[in-house]
């Protein structure tokens, strides 16, 4: 059964940093794309970083220099170090894997509050 459990989340003052982290199970992690994505109240589900299965990144405009994806294939956890955090990242983080567009999955967010 495929699992994703995010962890890490938490409250945290502006300027402050988190490590988000991802532990997958029931899949082929080294084949899979995952991806960050977060909701906060009201919006819409953004993508906010993106790490191939060859280790390829890219980032949200938003949270470029500040964020930084990376994955460990031998422990099947995918991370996000989140860094110089805004107000404005509040939200619950999704992981997400990917072997193709019509093959996904999703794990059940973990929320994280950047609050003074």
């Known amino acids: 059964q495929v699992q994703l459990v995010e962890s890490g989340g938490g409250f945290v003052q502006p300027g402050g940093s988190l490590r988000l982290s991802c532990a997958a199970s029931?899949?082929?992690?080294?084949?899979?794309?995952m991806g960050w994505y977060r909701q906060a109240p009201g919006k819409q589900r953004e993508l906010v970083a993106a790490?191939?299965?060859?280790?390829?990144?890219n980032y949200a405009d938003s949270v470029k220099g500040r964020f930084t994806i990376s994955r460990d294939n031998a422990k099947n956890t995918v991370y996000l170090q989140m860094n110089s955090l805004k107000p404005e990242d509040t939200a619950v983080y999704y992981c997400n894997a990917r072997l193709k567009p019509w093959a996904e999955y999703w794990g059940q967010g973990t929320q994280v509050t950047v609050s003074s």
């Open positions: 029931g899949i082929i992690f080294r084949l899979h794309n």
């Open positions: 790490i191939t299965s060859v280790s390829s990144t």
